[in-house]
């Protein structure tokens, strides 16, 4: 198994998924695109990761290797059809990238519940996980418009689109379930992040925050590798 990692920020890596490929013995190869580095050869992975960032999809001007990116993320799913996860910022790629549309939206920070759709109830991705699910949160925008014939899977009370399928292996979930103990100081030293915490959650914010992950981090670690898991079997067909 070959995994391509798409990263738009050191931060935000794989996280506990990483602790997952290394003891399944999983290559993967990470494109840093916030430093240039380009996208590969797409048919020699078996399976594409994109993870978050503090970017949003429609900077393009600030960021124009959002355009390849998107492309790349068309190619993967449409063509060649392979496996597929989007995370938060890569979610929204996904959506943007298949015609849906993302906006801003009510601003989501913090350890809060996701519920699954009758759809995601059966999905193969979401199977064995909690219903409701208990997630570290940290966005501003969101999918408003899924993409034509995208699965609508689980949502929250104030974002409806937390996760959705397009095909039979292409995915997105707008929360985090990758999040590790660490993460979470070091999401904060971005400054958007940064931003968004202190008028969320006020000004010890990031000391509720890290206290709430703290206390969740064997949780989100079982629920990462269930849906880790469920992420190789469709990977292994």
Not at 169 to 180: K, P, R, S, T
């Amino acid at each position: 198994m070959r995994v391509l990692v798409l990263q738009h920020v050191d931060a935000e890596h794989p996280g506990t998924f990483r602790d997952c490929f290394r003891e399944d013995g999983v290559d993967w190869d990470v494109v840093h695109l916030d430093r240039g580095e380009g996208i590969p050869e797409l048919a020699a992975y078996d399976g594409m990761l994109v993870m978050g960032g503090p970017q949003d999809v429609w900077e393009q001007d600030a960021h124009p290797w959002l355009v390849p990116e998107k492309a790349a993320i068309r190619q993967f799913v449409t063509k060649l059809q392979r496996p597929f996860l989007g995370i938060c910022l890569g979610h929204q790629l996904l959506a943007d990238a298949l015609g849906g549309t993302v906006a801003p939206g009510t601003s989501e920070v913090g350890v809060m519940a996701i519920a699954q759709t009758p759809e995601g109830r059966t999905d193969a991705l979401l199977s064995g996980l909690p219903n409701p699910m208990t997630v570290l949160q940290w966005h501003g925008a969101e999918v408003t418009e899924l993409p034509a014939d995208a699965t609508l899977l689980a949502s929250s009370t104030d974002c409806r689109v937390q996760a959705f399928r397009v095909g039979p292996c292409a995915y997105g979930l707008q929360c985090h379930v990758e999040v590790g103990a660490d993460m979470v100081d070091q999401w904060a030293a971005i400054p958007a992040y940064a931003d968004s915490l202190r008028e969320t959650l006020g000004e010890d914010g990031l000391a509720r925050l890290r206290r709430d992950v703290d206390e969740r981090q064997s949780a989100f670690r079982a629920d990462a590798r269930q849906l880790y898991r469920n992420l190789r079997g469709l990977v292994a067909g």
